[in-house]
Antibody
Framework: EVQLFESGGGPLQPGGSLRLSCEAS????????MHWVRQAPGKGLEWVSS????????FYADSVRGRFAISRDNSNNMLYLEMSSLRAEDSATYYC????????????WGQGTLVTVSS | QSVLTQPPSASGTPGQRVTISCSGS????????VNWYQHLPGTAPKLLIY???QRPSGVPDRFSGSRSGTSASLAISGLQSEDEADYYC???????????FGGGTKVTVL
C-alpha cells in the first residue's frame, strides 16, 4: 500500500527556519517525481515545489523561490523541504504528493503537517 | 488570485448533475493536461480525473472531465451526499514554469 507521511511542522516566529520530512512507503521512491503542495487556512491548494526522480530537475513557486529548498534521499525513501526566512503567509498545511507520470498528476498524498508562523 | 479560475461554489440536489468550470490560458490548459482533485477538510486530497478524462481505479464513473481550448470542466452526475467537498483543477503552466491550481469550488448537496 502506497503511503506518505509528513512530519516536522510546528509553530515558529517570522524569520525562522524549519525542515519538513515526508516518509514514503509501499513504492520505490526513485521511480517518481515528488511535490510539496500547501493549503493556508481558509484558502485553496497551492503548489510549492517539485523534484524529479534523480533530483536533476527542481522547480519552485515564485512565492518560495530563494527561501525553500526541496531535496530527496531515495535510498531512505525520504523527501524534504527546507524552509527559511519564514513569513506569516507561509502558514499552511504542507502535503507531499507523488507524481504518477512527471506531468503533475498527484496520485497519492500524505495527510499533511501544519506550519504556523506567528510572532 | 489563482491562475486557473473556478467558481467558488456549486450546488445540486441528490441525483442531479453538477458541472464545475476551470478557465485558464494558452500557457496552461490550452497546451497541457488538466487534473481534478476532491478534497475533504482534514483529509488528503484525492485524484479524481487526470490526462484525457481518465479516472484512477476506485473513482466512480459519475465523475467525468473534459477540455476545450483554454477551459476545462468537471461533471458530477447522479450527485450524492458524499460528493460534498472542495474540487480543484490543476495544470502545468509553460510561462510560470510550475504547476498551478484553481481556487477551488465548494460543492454542496442540498
Amino acid at each position: 500500500e502506497v503511503q506518505l507521511f509528513e512530519s516536522g511542522g510546528g509553530p515558529l516566529q517570522p524569520g525562522g527556519s524549519l525542515r519538513l520530512s515526508c516518509e514514503a512507503s509501499g513504492f520505490k521512491l526513485s521511480f517518481y517525481a515528488m511535490h510539496w503542495v500547501r493549503q493556508a487556512p481558509g484558502k485553496g491548494l497551492e503548489w510549492v515545489s517539485s523534484v524529479s526522480p534523480t533530483s536533476d530537475n527542481i522547480f519552485y513557486a515564485d512565492s518560495v523561490r530563494g527561501r525553500f529548498a526541496i531535496s530527496r534521499d531515495n535510498s531512505n525513501n525520504m523527501l524534504y523541504l527546507e524552509m527559511s526566512s519564514l513569513r506569516a503567509e507561509d502558514s499552511a498545511t504542507y502535503y507531499c504528493a507523488r507524481d504518477r507520470d512527471q506531468y503533475g498528476t498527484f496520485d497519492y498524498w500524505g495527510q499533511g503537517t501544519l506550519v504556523t508562523v506567528s510572532s | 488570485q489563482s491562475v486557473l479560475t473556478q467558481p467558488p461554489s456549486a450546488s445540486g440536489t441528490p441525483g442531479q448533475r453538477v458541472t464545475i468550470s476551470c478557465s485558464g490560458s494558452r500557457s496552461n490548459i490550452g497546451s497541457n493536461p488538466v487534473n481534478w482533485y476532491q478534497h475533504l477538510p482534514g483529509t488528503a486530497p484525492k485524484l479524481l480525473i487526470y490526462s484525457k478524462s481518465q479516472r484512477p481505479s476506485g473513482v466512480p464513473d459519475r465523475f467525468s472531465g473534459s477540455r476545450s481550448g483554454t477551459s476545462a470542466s468537471l461533471a458530477i452526475s447522479g450527485l450524492q451526499s458524499e460528493d460534498e467537498a472542495d474540487y480543484y483543477c490543476e495544470s502545468w503552466d509553460d510561462s510560470l514554469n510550475g504547476w498551478v491550481f484553481g481556487g477551488g469550488t465548494k460543492v454542496t448537496v442540498l
